[in-house]
C-alpha cells in the first residue's frame, strides 16, 4: 500500500490509528504535486454551502464588503445625483422667465456655490482624517459632534425632500405621458417608484452602484439626442422654431410671470446642485478617498456644467418665449428621436432618487452609531457585510412619502434649497475654522515649543517622550514591567507611544473601535529594515499642494458661508427662518440631552476673532493676561482628603496625603 501520509507527519498506523481517514485533512494534500492545494477546510465547506443558494441569492445580495474608484463611484454617483429631473423639466421654464443671460446666472451662481463647498470638504479630507459618514463625520471632526449632529439632521431633511422631489417629478411626466392630468395619479407613480428604489438599496451597495452606470449612460444618450434635434426638428406650433437670431434676442431678458423673480426661479433650480456631496457621503466604500474624492466631484461638477450651458443656449435660441414659459416638455419637442430624451427624463429621476436613498440613511446612520442623539440607536443598525441601514433607510423613505402627498416639483423645490445651503455654509464655515486653527497651533508651536502626546509641553532638558503617566505616579511598581527606555537609531525616530491623531470629537465607541482595529494591526509600528517608524502626523496638516489647492482658500470658504445665509432670506424668508429656527433647536436640545460630547479639532472661536478685530481697528492692544493667586504670609492653607478612609483598602498604601501647611511668623528686617 503506498504511502500516502503528509510530508512532516508521523505515521499514525504504527499507533493503530488511521490518519488515512481523515479525509478533512487529507483534501488539502495533493499527492501528484506534493503540495497544499492553499484551501482550508471553511474554504470547503464556505463553497460547498455557496453551491446549494439560490441563483438570486448568490448573484443580486452581498456577501462581503466592495470598494470603489473615482469613475465607478464618485463621478457616477455625483453626475446622476446633479444632473436630475430639474435639468429637464425646469430649464425652459427658467429661460422663459429669467431668460438666457439670467439664466446663465442661475446656473453661475449654483455651479459656484456647490463648487467652493466640495472645495472646502476636500480641503476637511486632505487636512484631516476621512471617516465614514461623510459630511456629517468632516463636521464633527472639526466643529464638534454637536454641531455635526445638528447639521447632519437637517442634510438628511433635505435629502429625503428631495427624494420626494425627484419621484414626483417623475410621477408628473408620466402622467402628462398618458395624458392623465391628475395630481394623485403623478403621486401614486411616485410612491411605487419610491418602493421600487427602496428594493434596489435593500439589495446592497453593489447593485446601486451598478445600476447607476447604466443609468448615467442612458442620460448622457438622452442629452445627445436633445443637442442633434436642435439641428434637425423645428414646430412652430408647439413652439420650435429651430436656430434663429430673433429668438435668441427675445429670449435674452427676463420676463417673470406673476408671483416669481430671480430668486423664486433660483430656488426651483437649485436642487440641481443637492448632489454634489455624493461622493464625500460614500468615503467609507472608496478604495482612496483622499483621491478619489476630489477627482470624481470635480469632474462631475465640470461635465454638469457644461451640459447644464448647452441646454440653456439651445432652448433660448430655438423656441418662443411663451413655449418656454408654459411647456414644461418643451425639450422634449426640440429631441431628435423623443424617445431617448423620456428614457433620460424617467431615469434621471430613478438615479437622483436613487442616490438621496443611498447617501441619506448612511449619514443618519452614522449619527446614530456615535451616540449624538440618544434615544435612536436602532437607526445605527445595518444588514449584511456593507453595514446597509435598514430602519434609517425606512424613516428617509417615510418622509419623502410624506411629501410627495402634499407638494408638487415648484413647491418642493425650494423647500429642498433651504437646508442645502445652510448645511454647505456650515461646511464652508467648518474649512475656515480649521484653517484658522492651524494657523493658531503655529503660533503657539512657535512662541512655547511642540507640545508632547500628553499635552503638557516639552519636557525638561530632553526631547524624548515621557514613559510614565497618572498610574505610574500612584503605582510606582509599573516601571519595573515597562523595561528600559527605547534606544535612538540615531535620526531622532523613536517607539511610538501615543497615537496623537485620535480626534478628540470621536465617541466611546468609534474610540474603542479605532484602537481595536489599531491593536489588531501591528505592521505600521515597524518600517521594511526592522527600525521604528517615524512619529504620526498632527490633527492638522498643512494644505497639500495639488492643481486645486489654490482654490481652497479659507477667506472665500467664509465669503461664500455668508452669501449663503443671505441667499436663503432672499430665496424665501418664512423658509429661511423656519430652517434657521430648527437647526437651532436641534443645537440646544443636543447639548442639553448630551452634555458630554467633546469639541471638534478647531479651537478657533468666531466671536473672539471679531473682537480681536474691533480692538485692532480701534488701535487697541489685546495682549495676554496672567492671573496669579495671591500668597501671603501667615495664612494657614489646608490641603483637604477629598476620599474617605475605607476598611476594605486599609492594608494598601496610602497613596492620597492629606498634608496641612502653616505659615511662618512674618519678621520684618530692617
Request: glycine share 10%.
Amino acid at each position: 500500500m503506498a504511502d500516502t501520509s503528509l510530508p512532516g507527519q508521523p505515521d499514525w498506523g504504527r499507533f493503530g490509528l488511521r490518519g488515512d481517514d481523515d479525509g478533512l485533512t487529507h483534501s488539502l494534500y495533493n499527492a501528484d504535486s506534493h503540495a497544499y492545494d492553499g484551501a482550508t477546510a471553511d474554504d470547503e465547506l464556505f463553497k460547498e454551502e455557496e453551491q446549494h443558494q439560490p441563483w438570486w441569492k448568490a448573484n443580486f445580495f452581498i456577501r462581503e464588503p466592495i470598494l470603489f474608484g473615482t469613475w465607478d463611484g464618485v463621478f457616477t454617483s455625483c453626475m446622476i445625483n446633479i444632473f436630475g429631473v430639474i435639468i429637464f423639466l425646469r430649464t425652459g421654464w427658467m429661460v422663459g422667465n429669467a431668460g438666457i443671460l439670467m439664466s446663465i446666472l442661475i446656473i453661475l451662481l449654483t455651479t459656484l456655490i456647490a463648487l467652493f463647498s466640495v472645495l472646502s470638504g476636500i480641503g476637511i479630507c486632505e487636512r484631516c482624517r476621512v471617516q465614514s459618514g461623510g459630511i456629517y463625520s468632516l463636521v464633527s471632526y472639526v466643529l464638534g459632534p454637536r454641531m455635526g449632529g445638528t447639521m447632519g439632521i437637517i442634510f438628511v431633511f433635505g435629502q429625503a425632500v428631495s427624494c420626494a422631489l425627484y419621484a414626483t417629478g417623475f410621477g408628473e411626466s408620466m402622467s402628462a405621458l398618458i395624458s392623465e392630468d391628475n395630481a394623485w395619479v403623478a403621486r401614486g407613480i411616485g410612491i411605487c417608484v419610491l418602493c421600487v428604489l427602496l428594493g434596489f438599496n435593500v439589495a446592497g451597495v453593489k447593485w446601486v452602484i451598478k445600476l447607476q452606470l447604466i443609468l448615467l449612460l442612458a442620460i448622457l444618450i438622452a442629452m445627445l439626442d436633445f443637442a442633434v434635434g436642435s439641428f434637425v426638428r423645428t414646430s412652430e406650433e408647439q413652439g420650435v422654431i429651430g436656430y434663429s437670431k430673433q429668438a435668441l434676442l427675445n429670449n435674452s431678458k427676463p420676463v417673470y410671470t406673476d408671483g416669481h423673480d430671480f430668486f423664486s426661479v433660483f430656488g426651483v433650480i437649485f436642487p440641481t446642485a443637492t448632489g454634489v456631496f455624493a461622493g464625500i457621503n460614500m468615503s467609507g466604500d472608496l478604495r482612496n478617498p483622499t483621491r478619489n474624492i476630489p477627482v470624481g466631484s470635480l469632474a462631475a461638477i465640470a461635465v454638469s456644467a457644461f451640459l447644464y450651458f448647452m441646454n440653456v443656449m439651445i432652448l433660448g435660441a430655438t423656441c418662443t418665449r411663451d413655449a418656454l414659459q408654459n411647456d414644461y416638455m418643451i425639450a422634449e419637442r426640440v429631441s431628435a428621436l423623443k424617445i431617448p430624451w423620456l428614457v433620460g427624463l424617467y431615469i434621471s429621476s430613478l438615479s437622483s432618487c436613487l442616490g438621496s436613498l443611498y447617501g441619506a440613511p448612511r449619514v443618519l446612520q452614522t449619527i446614530a452609531q456615535e451616540g449624538v442623539i440618544p434615544g435612536i440607536e436602532i437607526l445605527g443598525k445595518g444588514r449584511g457585510a456593507n453595514k446597509i441601514p435598514i430602519f434609517s433607510l425606512v424613516v428617509i423613505v417615510f418622509i419623502a412619502l410624506v411629501f410627495i402627498l402634499i407638494g408638487q416639483v415648484n413647491v418642493l423645490a425650494p423647500i429642498v434649497t433651504m437646508p442645502f445651503l445652510l448645511c454647505y455654509a456650515i461646511v464652508d464655515y467648518s474649512y475656515f475654522a480649521l484653517a484658522m486653527t492651524f494657523d493658531l497651533q503655529r503660533k503657539h508651536e512657535e512662541k512655547y515649543g511642540p507640545e508632547t502626546p500628553n499635552g503638557i509641553g516639552p519636557g525638561y532638558g530632553t526631547s524624548e517622550q515621557p514613559r510614565t503617566d497618572d498610574l505610574d505616579r500612584l503605582f510606582p511598581e509599573r516601571l519595573d514591567h515597562k523595561g528600559p527606555p527605547p534606544q535612538g537609531t540615531g535620526d531622532g525616530q523613536t517607539s511610538p507611544t501615543f497615537d496623537s491623531t485620535v480626534p478628540k470629537s470621536l465617541s466611546r465607541d468609534s474610540l474603542r473601535s479605532s484602537e481595536a482595529s489599531e491593536a489588531s494591526d501591528t505592521s505600521h509600528l515597524l518600517t521594511p529594515t526592522g527600525a521604528p517608524s517615524a512619529p504620526k502626523k498632527v490633527l492638522i496638516e498643512k494644505q497639500p499642494q495639488s492643481w486645486y489647492s489654490m482654490l481652497c482658500n479659507r477667506w472665500v470658504a467664509l465669503f461664500v458661508a455668508i452669501l449663503k445665509i443671505i441667499i436663503t432670506f432672499m430665496v424665501n424668508w418664512i423658509y429661511a427662518i423656519i430652517n434657521i429656527l430648527i437647526l437651532l433647536i436641534l443645537y440646544f436640545y443636543i447639548g442639553r440631552v448630551n452634555p458630554g460630547l467633546a469639541p471638534g479639532i478647531a479651537e478657533f472661536s468666531f466671536l473672539r476673532w471679531l473682537k480681536q478685530l474691533y480692538n485692532c481697528c480701534l488701535n487697541r492692544e489685546d495682549e495676554e493676561q496672567y492671573v496669579v493667586a495671591p500668597a501671603h504670609p501667615g495664612v494657614e492653607t489646608t490641603a483637604a482628603q477629598l476620599t474617605e478612609d475605607n476598611e476594605d483598602f486599609s492594608t494598601r498604601g496610602r497613596y492620597h496625603q492629606k498634608i496641612k501647611v502653616r505659615g511662618q511668623p512674618f519678621v520684618e528686617s530692617d
